[in-house]
């Protein structure tokens, strides 16, 4: 059996009503944000066409003309960057914590100074006890920025969600996302009176355009049909057997443009565009599926975690809440993970081999030494599937091809 990473969570039945939106009045947005904030348990939430919307007006209402500095850590994706650098804001990056998976707390410290506007933290793999001894030490001292762009739903076992713990959090519902409207994103921001500035001075302005809209859904369609299990297994796979082996990564910048990074200082039109009403329906239905889900995922990392050469685990999650787990990443010892992730696409496992790129090698001053785990992540990390195209029978034979090659 043939099988992918990719699954969009878009049944025909949302398809249907998303297309017939078109036709029909569009529901009022704020019946998806109320069920957000009735999902979150928060009420201080915007809602925007992207997650890296989000950010970027969260940027445009921090950074100030001395206070325009951002600590971050490189291991991200380009949008992450453009965002601050198109609101006025400088990358001051920071090598990982190996451990906990976040910013090196050594590091923070030294590069902390009067122009330092916030931290920002990717929530990737880090335990419960690690985001509550990072905000025993900052919380309240300095800006707290979460991009939980693949960690919708994870929460603390007290209740409090990913993207609510700081003082800011941003979330993405794109394609591929635990929770999808096609294109979208959230805010959250925890101090009321920001929260009503922020309300109050919203700086998207334009109505999602009509014919992007329809560009994304049929490109939607077509990423359902082309991976539908019944074609990947007859068709799409050996189409990209074929571009992997040749080397070709024009598919590749398609499904994964992030491996790609374009960076820039020009702002695109569309981070002005407002969230679409047309794709308010399936935000609705899906934010339902959001639990179901993420039990679902979690399984699956268990029987990863039961077969897996344990010294390739980054760290053992004894509380599985903590993460949504949009994918289970390993970290490997010897091989990199394009290669392993050849071996698994010449045995049927479409996985995808880059957790995150190490974007720092994208400036000018780029230098491997200043930023060696970030390195080490991007060449090393293996993201091995969770969604429901795959059981425990696909995991245990995916287990046995990488313990072969790590053994």
Same mark, same amino acid.
């Given at each position: ?9 878009i049944s025909?039945k949302n398809?249907?009503n ?6 029909n009045?569009a ?26 919307v989000?950010l970027y ?5 921090i950074? #100030? ?7 971050l850590s ?5 949008e992450?960057?453009n965002a601050?650098?198109y ?8 090598d990982?914590?190996?451990r906990t ?16 506007a916030?931290i920002?933290? !990717?929530h990737?793999?880090? #335990?419960?006890?690690?985001l509550l001894r990072?905000e025993?030490?900052?919380s309240?001292?300095i800006k ?7 960690n ?6 007290d209740g409090?969600?990913?993207g609510?713990?700081f003082?800011y959090?941003?979330?993405s519902?794109?394609l591929?996302k ?10 959250y921001i925890?101090?009321n ?5 922020f309300?109050?001075?919203?700086n998207?302005?334009?109505p999602?355009?009509?014919?992007k ?9 077509l990423i359902?049909?082309?991976?539908n #299990?019944?074609?990947f297994?007859?068709?799409t796979?050996?189409f990209i057997?074929?571009?992997?082996k040749n ?9 994964f443009?992030g491996?790609?990074?374009?960076i ?5 039109e569309?981070f002005k565009?407002?969230f679409?009403?047309?794709f ?9 599926d959001?639990? !179901? ?8 990392v ?5 077969y897996?050469?344990?010294?390739l685990?980054?760290t053992n999650?004894?509380?599985y809440?903590v993460?949504?787990?949009l ?22 496992y479409?996985?995808r ?7 720092s ?11 060696p785990?970030?390195?080490?992540f991007?060449n090393y990390?293996?993201?091995l ?6 059981d425990?029978k696909?995991?245990k ?6 313990n072969?090659?790590?053994?």
């Amino acid at each position: 059996m043939k099988k992918t990473r990719i699954l969009i969570n878009i049944s025909v039945k949302n398809h249907i009503n998303t297309f017939l939106s078109f036709f029909n009045k569009a529901k009022d947005q704020d019946l998806f944000l109320n069920k957000l904030k009735s999902f979150l348990k928060k009420n201080n939430l915007l809602i925007h066409s992207q997650g890296r919307v989000s950010l970027y007006n969260l940027m445009l209402n921090i950074i #100030k003309t001395k206070k325009n500095e951002v600590l971050l850590s490189p291991y991200t994706l380009y949008e992450v960057v453009n965002a601050i650098r198109y609101a006025g804001g400088k990358c001051v990056f920071v090598d990982l914590d190996e451990r906990t998976g976040l910013p090196n707390e050594d590091l923070i410290d030294k590069k902390i100074s009067d122009n330092t506007a916030a931290i920002l933290i !990717t929530h990737l793999f880090s #335990k419960e006890k690690d985001l509550l001894r990072f905000e025993k030490k900052y919380s309240g001292k300095i800006k707290i920025i979460e991009d939980t762009a693949i960690n919708f739903g994870a929460k603390l076992s007290d209740g409090r969600n990913l993207g609510t713990i700081f003082d800011y959090g941003f979330y993405s519902f794109g394609l591929m996302k635990v929770l999808t409207t096609y294109h979208g994103g959230a805010l959250y921001i925890r101090d009321n009176y920001e929260y009503k500035n922020f309300y109050n001075n919203n700086n998207q302005t334009i109505p999602y355009p009509k014919k992007k809209i329809i560009s994304l859904y049929f490109f939607s369609i077509l990423i359902n049909f082309f991976y539908n #299990k019944y074609i990947f297994k007859y068709f799409t796979y050996y189409f990209i057997w074929y571009f992997t082996k040749n080397k070709i990564k024009f598919f590749e910048k398609i499904i994964f443009p992030g491996l790609n990074p374009k960076i820039s200082n020009i702002v695109p039109e569309y981070f002005k565009y407002e969230f679409c009403k047309n794709f308010n329906l399936i935000g609705l239905e899906n934010i339902d599926d959001v639990t !179901t889900q993420l039990n679902s995922r979690r399984e699956i990392v268990g029987f990863y975690e039961k077969y897996i050469n344990k010294k390739l685990l980054i760290t053992n999650f004894d509380f599985y809440d903590v993460n949504a787990f949009l994918e289970f990443p390993i970290l490997l010892k010897k091989n990199t993970s394009k290669f392993i992730s050849e071996k698994l696409l010449n045995e049927g496992y479409d996985v995808r081999h880059t957790f995150y790129p190490n974007i720092s090698k994208y400036f000018d001053n780029f230098d491997n030494e200043k930023y060696p785990i970030c390195e080490r992540f991007e060449n090393y990390i293996l993201s091995l599937p969770t969604n429901s195209n795959f059981d425990q029978k696909d995991c245990k034979k995916i287990c046995e091809i990488i313990n072969q090659f790590e053994n």
